[in-house]
């Protein structure tokens, strides 16, 4: 999740946008997180959101061998997706654990 968060400075040339998309996914994420808990329940929501959040990572982690085809604008995207997804699985967690 912090990982993914390193990355938002570069998400436009503006801080101050870079951090209203950050928030706005944040936001988003948490919208989605309680619709799909309501609708496909607690273990299903939080793994798609867990698994998601890992594959996001991993392609994040492409470029990194691969320099020469980095495209900026498909990473960001990449990342703002891995935020989202992180920060639904773990508010989809808390809900899930409290219930244990």
């Keep these: 999740y912090y990982g993914f968060g390193y990355s938002f400075s570069e ?3 503006d801080i101050y946008l ?3 998309y950050s928030i706005l996914g944040e ?3 948490n ?3 309680a619709v799909l808990l309501t609708a496909i329940g607690r ?3 939080i793994s798609i959101f867990f ?3 890992g594959i996001s990572f991993v392609v994040m ?3 990194i061998s691969s320099p020469e085809h980095l495209d900026i604008e498909v990473a960001n995207i ?3 997706i891995g935020s989202m997804t992180a920060s639904a699985a773990f508010a989809s967690l808390y809900l899930f654990s409290f219930e244990l």
Aim: charged share 10%; net charge neutral.
């Design 51 to 53: 698994i998601t959040s």
């Design 78 to 80: 990449v990342a703002l």
């Design 27 to 29: 936001i988003l994420a």
């Design 61 to 63: 982690l492409l470029p």
């Design 18 to 20: 870079s951090f209203l």
């Design 43 to 45: 273990k299903w929501t």
């Design 31 to 33: 919208l989605m997180a």
């Design 11 to 13: 998400l436009s040339d």
